[in-house]
Structure formats: structure tokens, C-alpha cells
């Protein structure tokens, strides 16, 4: 999706114009692919804007950092402020929002200089990540040639920038295929999960998602997924999903902060029951009331700009 350009980016504490917003082109990180970075969306409530989950992301930001021995040089709580400051002078109810730590211009060299962190936060409308006609009818799926990362390989728990380009393979095969996206494998032929998203089963009404020891990325959304489940009283499963087990499933759909919640309509040219199930549905409805403040039990996930 073709990025539009908004008036400020956050670097390393100061506000810059948006062309302004540049780096050397020797910076370690384009290079190596040294970095980590975080995926937030800001929705419009009827109190104005509001960012989701921003703190458990600013969190989740810090473990990646720490994971690829990378410190941090603001905090948490400065962070937070400067997403709502950001958010707030570029004037967006709605938006997608993006902080990365990469490693600053001055030295070269696969072991990088770990000591001279910098950090940039841009915000951009961004509407549907897999298009509308995903959301409404639900998308195509393939299972990609191409191995997910495992624990011994890239750290799947952490949301590094170079790791992506395993996602990007996948991703870019499916679309060339014809697909909306791909699910990736693990090395024991179980189902990881999309090039940037999570997977759900539903079957006989039991919710099933693969474990994080699976070389997932623990999805935020996914966690949501699983918490309202639990709430409204579903039996829910965290376990290793065998490839061809999405293939006859009840409903299938995948989570993420740019997909949010997105139903699988097939995998592999098969149906997976109506595209759109009574589950899906259920927990969709209940994520997109909440993500707009319309359910106080989850406002706590809510950081008022």
C-alpha cells in the first residue's frame, strides 16, 4: 500500500519533516538488517483519538532491542508520549504508526557497533492491509515453499527488521501467485503462521492456534483474539497445527495490527467452511467495538492521545 506522507516523523526525540526524515545510506542497519520494530494502529473513538495496546507494544519493542543486545535510550513512558505527540501534531484519528531502533552511520562490519542506537517513530493512514475484498469475504491462502524462521536460525520472538525478509519471500510468492498471502511451515511440517499475521482454527467450536513455541511471533492481536475468547466462553487451544488440518477446518482467520482480525476464505484452492464463520465473526465485531472504545471492559487497552 502506496505510503502517504505526513507532516512530522520523530527522530531521536525531535520532530522533522517527513522529507526531512532520512539516514546515511551506510548505516549498519540497511546493510545487515539490524534492527527492531513495532506495527501500532491508532483508531477514532468518540472521544478522539486513541492508540491500541500502545504500552504492551513499547514493551514488546524493548524485549526485540534487548534480544539483538540493542539499549534503548528513552524510555517506556517517554515512548508512549512521544507516539500521542506524534500522533496528536500530524493530526490523524485513525493511523498506522511505526517505531524502529536501528544502529547509527560510523562503523562496517557484520558485527556491528551495538552502542550507538538511534530511533525513529512515522505515522500514516493505512487503511485494510489485505485489501476489502479479504475483509468482507475472507482471503486466499497458500502454504509457501519457503521455511518460517526457527528459534535456531533468527529469533522469531523478536520483531527484527532483517528477519522480515523470510516473511517477504513468502509474501511476494503468494501475490505473484495470484494469493492474498502465504502460511509458512515450520521444519516439522506444522503451520507457523502468515508472512505477517497469526492463524486461527475453529473446529467443532473449539479455537486452536499455534504455540509460540512454533516460531510465531506472539501477535498482540492474537492476543486479543484469545482473551475474548476466553471471555465469552470458548474452549481455546494453543498447539501445533499440522499443514493439513487448516484444510478442514470449521472457519480459519488470521490476526495482526495491520490485518487486525481477517477471515481465511481457502488455503491451497480449498473452501474453509463459509469464508466467513459465526466465531470469526463474533470476535471481529467484538475487536472492532473495542478498538473504538465502545466496550469498557477492555478500555485499559486504550492510551487517549
Not at 536460525?153 to 510468492?173: D, E, F, I, M, R
Not at 470458548?234 to 482467520?253: G, H, N, Q
Amino acid at each position: 500500500m502506496p505510503l502517504t506522507p505526513t507532516p512530522y516523523i520523530w527522530m531521536d526525540g525531535e520532530l522533522v519533516p517527513w522529507d526531512d526524515a532520512t539516514v546515511h545510506v551506510l548505516t549498519p542497519s540497511l546493510h545487515y538488517g539490524w534492527g527492531v520494530y513495532e506495527g501500532i494502529r491508532a483508531y477514532a473513538t468518540e472521544t478522539g483519538s486513541a492508540v491500541f495496546r500502545l504500552r504492551d507494544h513499547v514493551s514488546r519493542l524493548r524485549d526485540s532491542a534487548r534480544v539483538y543486545l540493542m539499549e534503548l535510550s528513552w524510555t517506556d513512558e517517554e515512548l508512549v508520549e512521544a507516539v500521542r505527540e506524534l500522533v496528536r501534531v500530524n493530526g490523524h484519528d485513525s493511523c498506522y504508526i511505526r517505531p524502529i531502533a536501528y544502529l547509527g552511520y560510523g562503523e562496517m562490519g557484520v558485527a556491528p557497533q551495538l552502542d550507538a542506537v538511534r530511533m525513529s517513530i512515522a505515522v500514516w493512514p493505512w487503511g485494510s492491509y489485505l485489501g476489502d475484498t479479504a475483509e468482507s469475504e475472507g482471503c486466499r491462502l497458500i502454504v509457501s515453499n519457503w521455511q518460517r524462521n526457527s528459534n535456531q536460525t533468527v529469533p522469531p520472538l523478536a520483531k527484527a527488521t532483517g528477519a522480515y525478509v523470510n516473511s517477504a519471500l513468502a509474501k511476494v510468492g503468494a501475490q505473484r501467485a495470484g494469493y492474498d498471502d502465504a502460511l509458512m511451515l515450520t521444519a516439522n511440517g506444522h503451520i507457523a503462521e502468515a508472512s505477517a499475521a497469526n492463524l486461527f482454527l475453529v473446529r467443532d467450536g473449539e479455537l486452536i492456534t499455534p504455540p509460540v513455541s512454533d516460531g510465531i511471533l506472539p501477535g498482540l492481536t492474537r492476543d486479543c483474539a484469545l482473551t475474548f475468547a476466553r471471555d465469552l466462553g470458548l474452549k481455546v487451544t494453543e498447539r501445533s497445527v499440522p499443514r493439513s488440518e487448516v484444510y478442514i477446518a470449521d472457519e480459519a482467520f488470521l490476526t495482526g495490527t495491520a490485518a487486525e482480525i481477517v477471515p481465511v476464505a481457502s488455503v491451497d484452492e480449498r473452501r474453509v467452511g463459509s469464508g466467513v464463520g459465526t466465531v470469526t465473526k463474533q470476535l471481529r465485531d467484538l475487536f472492532h467495538e473495542v478498538v473504538r472504545g465502545r466496550d469498557e471492559r477492555y478500555a485499559h487497552w486504550l492510551e487517549r492521545v
